[in-house]
């Protein structure tokens, strides 16, 4: 079992900064794909970011690169989105989740190849 908690939302002004925390719990944290993702009222979920068991290799969706770094500390079993320069199309709640496939290989976007998610944590960007 894995267990994803999610924490660091809140209300932010258009052009903030927020860091998102997602503390893992499970023996295999430290060998598995991390992910970001989020969802607005009325959308679908969307893919945010991807790490790499190691933090060697990151993904990004579009509308983020340049704007947002994902990373992991597997010491603490924490990943993290750090979110700069907010627009009010971030607002949403965004989610981690692991990966189950391989931990060589290729960074995924697709939801269906992560099996643990956490409950949430809200991002709201004023503008």
């Known amino acids: 079992q894995v267990q994803l908690v999610e924490s660091g939302g809140g209300l932010v002004q258009a052009g903030g900064s927020l860091r998102l925390s997602c503390a893992a719990s499970?023996?295999?944290?430290?060998?598995?794909?991390m992910g970001w993702f989020r969802q607005a009222p009325g959308k679908e979920r969307e893919f945010v970011a991807a790490i790499n068991w190691s933090g060697g290799s990151t993904d990004y969706t579009d509308s983020v690169k340049g704007r947002f770094t994902i990373s992991r500390d597997n010491s603490k079993n924490t990943v993290y989105l750090q979110m700069n320069s907010l627009k009010a199309e971030d607002t949403a709640l965004y989610y981690c989740a692991s990966c189950w496939k391989r931990w060589d290989s290729p960074l995924t976007r697709a939801e269906t190849d992560y099996g643990y998610w956490g409950q949430g944590t809200q991002v709201t960007v004023s503008s």
């Open positions: 499970g023996r295999t944290f430290s060998s598995v794909a």
